[in-house]
């Protein structure tokens, strides 16, 4: 049996047995929809979450906590664990490793302070760290190169009054300096969406992405070696530097401000010693393969070395076993749909009988009745599952909709909750495609079966 025959029996059956193929196909697309639905849904969230929010490519470890970090560390000068260049090193020669970053945590009193849109802003703790740039390079917006302004510094100074703006005097309290553009200063995306969904809409200013262009043009003050906190323990007393945010990064520091790593080290060995500018507080680690993860951190364990976040894991746990559970709900609505379609084609088999024993009778071989009923049902299927994932497609825009109209804005909130990618498209259609088969396998079999003998005696 030839293609065309074969297609033109198909459609004659989708005409003659149009109620029971529909009432099949209902099941399918039902099924199909929930799967291509739950699994859009799992998939868009995840794409946030383990995205932004909680970057699962990355992990960050550190030293375990100690008395001599944290507030004891700012209030006491009291020295905090670090982790030193051979461990990087080390860390780097790993073969699951793509890329080692270091961090060192600002281990001083600073505070800060600034002026925008006529209202003055600040804190009195500033929280801050320092990272390699090569790591935030993609992240920093215009020609502001993130890097330790000393590495091109300008005439000799005192007093910043000396320097041409926007440079200021960048040098010990009292002591001779040097005239430098303002330290640049990455803020987190975090940060920003906490601004957004909070700060902005209470205090009427523009959302975090425009002010930034605008703050590259707004110098704020840093207030280094006292806070609220108290006084540096070491330096010839505080002093200020100033400061522009040139970017926003998933690698800055969630709360606070991320600076150049060489700035952060000489301002520690200023106010806080060698031991502070000489270990880095934490490295952030760019594994090759997201299943390697673990294997970095069973790595990190030998080093003394412990993962700063875990939030990561647990929420990519939570997300496989929670699409697990929708997906299982599909597959049973597919399952049911698949024995829904067995009773119908062994329905129609059993009132073709006659009708199969003819065409026998004439030529036609029990490999091509089976032919035409397994292609009747993958015709059934595929339709069935592209009107499924239309609808989930329909249904995911009435979702989205409805969160941007009814849910308030939170951080991270996206602009919609779903991914159809290509191939949760093609597994989809393949999923409706194989239930389907699989339910119209048994009566397929029996159909080529039929003994044109004993159906036409019956005549």
């Known amino acids: 049996m030839n293609l065309r025959a ?34 859009a849904l799992g998939l868009g969230v995840r794409a946030v979450l383990l995205g932004e929010v909680f970057p699962i490519d990355q992990i960050e470890l550190e030293p375990p906590k100690s008395e001599g970090g944290g507030i004891g560390g700012l209030l006491f000068g009291a020295e905090a664990p670090g982790i030193t260049e051979d461990q990087v090193a080390a860390l780097r020669a790993n073969e699951h490793v793509a890329a080692v970053y270091p961090k060192l945590r600002m281990s001083f009193p600073a505070s800060a302070g600034g002026e925008i849109f006529g209202r003055k802003i600040g804190t009195s703790e500033m929280i801050a760290d320092g990272i390699d740039p090569a790591l935030v390079k993609d992240d920093v917006k215009g020609d502001v190169p993130f890097e330790d302004p000393l590495a091109h510094p300008g005439k000799p100074c005192k007093e910043t009054k000396e320097c041409d703006a926007p440079q200021y005097c960048e040098g010990p309290s009292g002591g001779s300096g040097v005239c430098v553009d303002p330290v640049p200063v990455l803020a987190s995306r975090y940060m920003i969406e906490l601004y957004d969904s909070t700060i902005a809409p209470t205090h009427g200013l523009p959302p975090g992405d425009s002010l930034l262009g605008l703050a590259k043009s707004i110098i704020f003050r840093l207030w280094l070696g006292q806070s609220l906190l108290g006084k540096a323990k070491e330096g010839e007393g505080p002093r200020h530097a100033h400061a522009r945010v040139v970017g926003i990064s998933r690698a800055a520091i969630d709360i606070g401000i991320t600076l150049p790593l060489e700035t952060v080290r000489r301002w520690n060995r200023e106010y806080s010693g060698e031991a502070a500018a000489s270990k880095y507080s934490s490295v952030l680690i760019k594994v090759k393969s997201n299943d390697r993860v673990s294997d970095v951190i069973a790595l990190g364990a030998t080093m003394d070395l412990q993962p700063k976040d875990t939030r990561a894991r647990d929420v990519s746990v ?21 024995s829904n379609i067995a009773y119908t084609f062994r329905v129609l088999v059993q009132d073709r009988r006659r009708e199969i024993a003819l065409y026998r009778a004439i030529g036609a071989s029990a490999r091509d009745m089976f032919k035409w009923m397994m292609s009747l049902a993958l015709t059934v299927g595929l339709t069935g599952g592209a009107i499924g994932v239309l609808v989930a497609w329909l249904l995911s825009l009435v979702a989205d909709w409805l969160a941007a109209t009814r849910l308030p804005d939170f951080p991270f909130k996206p602009e919609s909750f779903f991914a159809f990618s290509w191939w949760l498209i093609l597994a989809a259609l393949g999923f409706a495609a194989l239930f389907s088969l699989f339910g119209a396998f048994g009566p397929a079999r029996r159909a080529g079966k039929v003994d044109p003998a004993a159906a036409l005696a019956t005549l």
């Open 6 to 39: 074969l297609w033109q029996l198909i459609r004659v059956d989708l005409v003659r047995a149009r109620g029971a193929l529909v009432t099949s196909g209902f099941g399918i697309a039902a099924g199909t929809a929930a799967l291509t639905f739950f699994l």
């Open 318 to 338: 939570l997300l496989t076993g929670v699409m697990a559970l929708l997906a299982l709900v599909a597959a049973v609505i597919l399952l049911v749909s698949a």
